[in-house]
C-alpha cells in the first residue's frame, strides 16, 4: 500500500515538473523580439489570409520581430483588457468596438497615434473615426464597418404584388398589408424587427432630425424628449405595431432574426448584412437586400454604422512596432480585401456600390460619452421603448424619463 | 410463503426501477436534446416542430467542431490541468482532513474558518487581484498558474466533504486496529481508506468536473489559444458578432463531456465496492 | 500549544467518566502532526489567496475606478463606499430576494438530491449504472451549454416545453414568453441551477449511505421497523454531517451564483428589478468600472454568507470537536 502511494506521488511530481518546464520556457519566448495582437474571433473565421498578409509585409520590414496574434470574444474581452492595465502583460495592439472605444480614451487606456502615418487617413469615414479621436488626439484607427440593410424575400414580395421596392416608410407600411393579406400564418412578419431593438428605433428618431444626447459647454443633455425626437419614436411606434409580429419586449437578439427566416415566418428583416448568410438553404436564393427607407422620398434610414478600431494600450513596451503593424494591417490593399469580403472599409476613396455601403451613406452614431457604456448595459434605451409600445406610458412620458436618465449617467463624473 | 416474499420483493425492486427509469428520463432529457442536437441539419435544429430523433444524422457538426484550430491541443492541456489538480488536490486535502477530523490542536477552529471563509468569496471579485499577484510570478498565461488557482478554489471544498465522509467512520476501528499492535499510519491505512474509498471518489470525481468546466479564471489567465483549455475553446463559438453555429456548438460540447463521463466509469466501480464492503464488515 | 491539548482532553476526561480511555490523537503530539497535515493546504491558500484578499479589502475603501485602474492608485475615500451601498435601496431589495432565492433553490436541491440518493440505493445495478451515469452526464456539462439548451427549450418561439406543455394540454404555451416577467426568469434559473446542483448532492448522499451499516438496516428490518423509523434512527446520523456539509455548502454557493442567472436572463434583460447579489455586484461594481464599490460590495456579500450560514457551519465545527 506504501509503495503504491509513493509511486502515485511520484508521478504527480514527474507531471508538475513537465508542466513547470514548459511554463517557464513559454514565459521565455515571449520576452524579446514579438508584439502581441489582440483581434477579434470573427478575423479568424472571416479573414485569416487578410492577417497573415498583414503578418508578413509587418515581418518583412522587421526581420527580427514576431507577430503573436491571440484571438478573442467579444463577451468578455474587455474584462481581460482591464486585468492585463492592472497586472501588465497585456496587447500591443486590441480591436475594439467603436461603442467601447470612449471610455477607455477617457480613462487613459490608450496611446496617442500619429493620425498621418495610417494610409487614407484623410478620407476616413466620418463615423468610425470620431470613435477613435478624444480630446483633439487619434488614439484608435478605423478598422472596418457594417451598416443595417434590410433582408427580404424577393418571392414572398412578388406574390404580394410589390412591383417595386418601398422609397418611404409608409410605402413600406402599405407593402407590408400586402404581405400580410397573402400570408396568414400565425406569427408571420412582414418586417421583422424585435420590439425594442434600439439600432432600429434610434434610426427613427435620427431620420426626423432628433438625437440621443448632446454636450453643450461641457455638460451632456439629453435629447430624446425633444419634438423631433419624439416624432421619430411615434414614427417607429407605428411602423413596429403595422410591420411586425416579434414581440414588444424582445430586442431582436434572441431568437436571431436569420432564424426567424428560415423558418419562413418572416417577409423581411433589418440588421447587418451578413445577415444573409444565415437564412437557410430553402431561401437563399430568394434572398435580396436593399437600403432601408427613410420617411422623405430619396432619403435613406441612417443606419447605425457599427464597426472596430484598433488601438495601442498604454502598456504596451513596444508602442513604435504596434503602430506600424496597425498601418499594415489598415493598408490599402488590406482594406480592399476585407471590402472584398463584405465589409465597408475604413475609408470613402475605397466605397463601392454594395446595399451594405449604400446604406452607411447616411449614419449615425451613439454619444461620444465616457459613460455612454453605462447607458447601454443599464438597458435605459431598450426599456423606454419597452414601456412605449406595450402602451405602458405614452411616448412623451416614457422618453422624458430615459432623457433624463440618461442625461444623469453621462454627466456622472 | 417464500415465492410469494420473493415476488413481493421483485415487485417492488421493479417499482423502483420504475421511478429510477423515469428520474433518469427527466434529468437526462436536457442531455439527450443536446447530443441530437448535435446531429441534426441546420434546418432540423430551428424547426417550429421539434424534431426528436434525427432519422437522417449528419456527422458535419463533428468534423466542424473538430477542425476548430487548437481542439486538440486544448483537450490535452485541459487533461494535463485537471489530473494535476485533482491529484494533488485529493492528497492534500484529504492529509488536512484527518488533521481536522482525528485531532484535536488549538488552530483547529482557525483552520476550519478559513477552509469554508474561501469558499464565501464571490469569485468575480478576484479575477483582477488574482491576474495581478499571479503576473508578478510570470504565472499568467501558463498551466502551472491555472493549477494552482484551481487548487485553491478547489481544496476548501475536498477538506471540508473529506472531514464529513471521516467523520462518519467510527474511530473504534482505527483504535481496535491499534489494539492489534499496528502503527497509527498502518491503522490509516489498512482501516481508513478502504471505508474512504466512496467518499476519496466523490470528491475526486466533483473536484474533477469542477476544474475540467471552470472558464472564468482559465479566460483571464490563459492568451495563448495554444494554452488555453477547452472551456475556453468552446467560448469561441459564442463570442463571434456573427451567427453562431449552433450544431458545431452542440457537438463539441458533446465531445467535450466525454472525459468526464468515462473518468467516472472508471472510478464508480470504488462506490459499489465501498458498498459491499460495508456488507462484509458486519 | 500541546500544553492546550492536554488540558482540554483532561477537561473532557473529568466531563465524561465513560470514556476515560486515552486515545492516541489526544496525546500531545510530539512533532505536531496535525500541523504538519494542513500545511500544505494552508501554504497553497496563503499563496494564491492572500494577496487578492488585501487588494479587495483596501479597494473597498478607495475610490477606484478604470482610471485608478490604470494608474494602479487609487484615493482613500474611507467608508463612502460601504455608506453608498447600505444608502442604495436596490441593495436591500437584491438581498431579501436572493435570500427568498437562496432558500428555495437550496431547499429543492437537498429534497430531491437526498431522494435520488435513496432511490439509488434501491434500484437494481442496470438502472443504478443508468441513473448514476445519467446523473454525471448532466453534471459534467458546462454551465455555458446547459444555459444554451434550457434557453432553447424554454424559447417563446420554437421551444420543446411550450410545445409539450401545449399537446399535454396543460393549457395553450403557444408562444408563450418564459422570459417576460422577473419572477419567471428567477424561477426557470431556479429550476436550471436545481437540476445542475442534484447530481452532485445525490452522488455524494450515495456515496455517504454506503457507510450506513447494512446488517444494522438488516436487523431493524427484521425487528419489523418502518422504513421511516429504519431513516431516522440508523440512515440519517450516519449521513447528518454530510448533509449537514452539502446544505451549508449549497447556502454559500447560491446565494453567490452569477453564471446562470447572468447568461439564461441574458445581459440585455438584467434590471434591479431581477437582481441578485452577484448580478448586482457585477452590474453596478464591474460594468460600471467602479471597482471600489464593487470591492465594498464583495466584502458585504461575503459577511452576510458568513452570517446566513453560521448556524450550520456551527453544528458541523460541534460534531467534529464530539466525535474527536
Redesign the interface.
Known sequence: MKRRIIVALGLVAVLAVAVAATTSAATKKTAANSITVWLQVDAQTGWPDIVAAANQQFQAAHPGTTVNVQYQSWTDHLQKFDATLAGGGGPDVIEMGNTEMTKYMAAGAFAPLDKAQFDNSSSWLPGLAASGKYGGKTYGVPYYAGSRVVTYRKDLFKQAGISKLPATTSEYISDAQKLLAKNKQKGFSPVYIGGEDWYVAMAFVFDYGGGIATQVSGKWKGLLATPRSIAGLTAYRNFFLATSRAPKTNDGTKPNPYDVYAQGLVGSMVGPSWFSCCVGKKYTASTGQFVMPGHVKGQSMPGFLGGSDLAVPVTSSNKALAAEWIKDFTSTSSEKALHAKGNIPNATNLLGNSVNERAAARSWFVPTAKHWVDVENGNILKNMLGQILTGQLTVKQAAQSASDNIASVLNQP | MNSSRRNRRRLRQAGWNAVGLAVFVVMVFPVFWMISTAFKSNEQIIALKPVWFPLHPTLQHFADAIHKPFFWRDVLNSLIVVSVTVAVSIVIAFMAAIALARYRFSLREVFVVLVIGIQMLPQAGLIIPLYVVLARYHQVNALSGLIITYMTFVLPFCVWTLRGFLLGIPKDLEEAALVDGSTRVGAFMKILLPLMGPGLVATSVFAFITTWNEYIFARVLLNDQAKQTVTVWLSYFLGTSRNTDWGALMAASTLTAIPVVLFFIAVQRRIAFGLTAGAVRG | ?PG??TT??AAETTLQPSRR?R????RP?RF????L??V???V??A???G???Y??GKLSTEKY???E????HGTSVGFANYRSVLHDQIFWHTLVRTVIFTAVNVGLTMVLGLL?AL??V???TV????????????????????V??????T????G?VN?VLTQLHVGNF??H?WY?TPFSQLSLVTVLIV?GA???VA??L???L??????LVEAAEVDGARPWGVFRDITLP??R??L??LT??SI??DF?V??QPYLLI??????PGNYLM?TY???E?????D?GR??A??IL??LI??AL?VLY?RK??R??RE??
Request: hydrophobic residues 60%; proline residues 5%; glycine residues 6%.
Open positions: 500549544m492546550t491539548s482540554a482532553a480511555q486515545h492516541f490523537w489526544e503530539a505536531s502532526v496535525p500541523y497535515l494542513i500544505p493546504v494552508v497553497v491558500i499563496l494564491v489567496l494577496y487578492p484578499l487588494w479587495l475606478g478604470l482610471f485602474l490604470i494608474q494602479h435520488i432511490l439509488l434501491r434500484v437494481s438502472v443504478k449504472l443508468m441513473l448514476s451515469s445519467g446523473l454525471v452526464l448532466v453534471w459534467s456539462m458546462p454551465v455555458v451549454v446547459a444554451q439548451i434550457f434557453y432553447w427549450m424559447n417563446f418561439q420554437n420543446v410545445y403557444e408562444q414568453d417576460a437540476w442534484i447530481p452532485f452522488i455524494t450515495f456515496a455517504g454506503a457507510q450506513v451499516p447494512r446488517d450516519v449521513i454531517p454530510i449537514l456539509i451549508s455548502l454559500i454557493w453567490g452569477f453564471t441574458d445581459q440585455s434583460k438584467i434590471t452577484s455586484l457585477f452590474e461594481g464591474y460594468l460600471k468600472a471597482f464593487g470591492a460590495i464583495s456579500m461575503l454568507v458568513a450560514s457551519v458541523m465545527v460534531i467534529g466525535a474527536v
